[in-house]
């Protein structure tokens, strides 16, 4: 493996980065231990982070030109809510290598500034900041943990006037399986390799539905919202919430006569388990695998409540904001009635 020392960060050496990238894709730059430069993903110190190597004015404005997309679309009574969650490269990385990502405090910022008015901001990242020292980023994988789904749900609550839940009566429960994630898969570095994560969760006493749709409109019913299945698989973090699905209904008995629609990526995944505790219904949809068009779905369930739920990094990805403008524009799927007992199988929730 080509090796480089990387103890500074200068124009030189991202150009440097860059053409190394293009023309040897998927193998590391490492530095001496310290750092790892991957297509995707940096390793610095044993912890992985993913890039942000394309950020520009321009695509954070789609994003936001996206979501402003709906508040144009939606009726003046339904309730906006934006959040978007920092990644663990916000938090603890290096002085040396803090050049290699954006400010995300800003960048946050800077979007929230373009969403049409409607739009009420969860501002989540002074309370991760005050949490840092916890484990609330796996190392090998590119999403957060549930405390740190917890904390922004906390955060969430205050916007949603939700009483928010104790913990005192549910602590965290160890799933007894560690495991490797999302950005070993992609790296197979070796210092990610020697500290494996752990997968922790919530059990909280709601009685959950969950209906999922394929994107042929076929329903698959189970019970709960964590899926042991998973961790037996390699993305163990689709524990929570079975994946990305493309349309999910949880029906829970909250008795609050509140419904919730939820258009995210994974990052949302472990805020929804605390959300069944007070809403008696919620749609869940993930545009980057979803067929069915969002605002369909919204009307005809005479949702009040639209949150989007996603992590920084998809500011820089044009397909996450096209994706988000293609669920207002696809043609209705027909969703074919629930039957009892049709079940959800682990090959149909992959």
């Given at each position: 493996?080509?090796?480089?020392?990387?103890?500074?960060?200068?124009?030189?050496?991202?150009?440097?980065?860059?053409?190394?990238?293009?023309?040897?894709?998927?193998?590391?730059?490492?530095?001496?231990?310290?750092?790892?430069?991957?297509?995707?993903?940096?390793?610095?110190?044993?912890?992985?982070?993913?890039h942000y190597l394309s950020?520009?004015?321009?695509?954070?404005?789609?994003?936001?030109?996206?979501?402003?997309?709906?508040?144009?679309?939606?009726?003046?009574?339904?309730?906006?809510?934006?959040?978007?969650?920092?990644?663990?490269?916000?938090?603890?990385?290096?002085?040396?290598?803090?050049?290699?990502?954006?400010?995300?405090?800003?960048?946050?910022?800077?979007?929230?500034?373009?969403?049409?008015?409607?739009?009420?901001?969860?501002?989540?990242?002074?309370?991760?900041?005050?949490?840092?020292?916890?484990?609330?980023?796996?190392?090998?994988?590119?999403?957060?943990?549930?405390?740190?789904?917890?904390?922004?749900?906390?955060?969430?609550?205050?916007?949603?006037?939700?009483?928010?839940?104790?913990?005192?009566?549910?602590?965290?429960?160890?799933?007894?399986?560690?495991?490797?994630?999302?950005?070993?898969?992609a790296t197979e570095s070796?210092?990610?390799?020697?500290?494996?994560?752990?997968?922790?969760?919530?059990?909280?006493?709601?009685?959950?539905?969950?209906?999922?749709?394929?994107?042929?409109?076929?329903?698959?019913?189970?019970?709960?919202?964590?899926?042991?299945?998973?961790?037996?698989?390699?993305?163990?973090?689709?524990?929570?919430?079975?994946?990305?699905?493309?349309?999910?209904?949880?029906?829970?008995?909250?008795?609050?006569?509140?419904?919730?629609?939820?258009?995210?990526?994974?990052?949302?995944?472990?805020?929804?388990?605390?959300l069944t505790a007070h809403?008696?219904?919620?749609?869940?949809?993930?545009?980057?695998?979803?067929?069915?068009?969002?605002?369909?779905?919204?009307?005809?369930?005479?949702?009040?409540?639209?949150?989007?739920?996603?992590?920084?990094?998809?500011?820089?990805?044009?397909?996450?904001?096209?994706?988000?403008?293609?669920?207002?524009?696809?043609?209705?799927?027909?969703?074919?009635?629930?039957?009892?007992?049709?079940?959800?199988?682990?090959?149909?929730?992959?």
């Amino acid at each position: 493996m080509q090796k480089i020392r990387v103890t500074w960060c200068n124009w030189s050496i991202l150009l440097f980065v860059l053409v190394y990238l293009i023309f040897c894709p998927g193998r590391a730059l490492a530095a001496d231990g310290q750092m790892e430069i991957y297509t995707d993903y940096y390793v610095i110190n044993g912890q992985g982070y993913a890039h942000y190597l394309s950020f520009s004015d321009k695509k954070e404005a789609a994003y936001a030109a996206a979501l402003n997309n709906f508040a144009a679309q939606l009726p003046e009574d339904i309730q906006l809510y934006s959040l978007l969650a920092p990644t663990s490269a916000a938090y603890g990385v290096a002085p040396d290598y803090t050049c290699y990502f954006p400010n995300q405090q800003k960048l946050i910022a800077r979007v929230q500034t373009q969403l049409d008015e409607r739009f009420q901001h969860i501002n989540i990242y002074d309370t991760l900041a005050a949490h840092s020292d916890e484990y609330l980023y796996f190392r090998t994988d590119h999403h957060w943990t549930a405390r740190a789904g917890y904390l922004a749900y906390l955060e969430l609550a205050k916007k949603l006037g939700l009483s928010p839940v104790d913990l005192q009566n549910y602590p965290l429960q160890d799933s007894g399986v560690d495991y490797l994630g999302s950005i070993y898969a992609a790296t197979e570095s070796d210092s990610l390799a020697v500290n494996p994560d752990r997968i922790y969760y919530y059990q909280l006493p709601a009685e959950v539905t969950y209906t999922y749709w394929n994107n042929n409109g076929q329903p698959f019913i189970s019970k709960g919202l964590y899926k042991d299945w998973w961790l037996t698989q390699g993305n163990k973090y689709a524990f929570f919430m079975g994946g990305d699905l493309p349309y999910i209904k949880l029906q829970t008995q909250a008795g609050t006569g509140r419904r919730l629609a939820i258009i995210k990526d994974s990052y949302a995944n472990t805020i929804i388990p605390f959300l069944t505790a007070h809403y008696d219904e919620i749609y869940v949809i993930d545009p980057r695998n979803s067929n069915f068009n969002a605002l369909e779905i919204i009307e005809d369930n005479a949702l009040k409540e639209v949150l989007f739920v996603n992590y920084t990094r998809v500011v820089c990805l044009p397909e996450f904001s096209q994706a988000l403008l293609d669920l207002t524009t696809r043609r209705p799927t027909v969703i074919q009635p629930v039957v009892a007992q049709t079940s959800i199988s682990p090959s149909t929730s992959k």
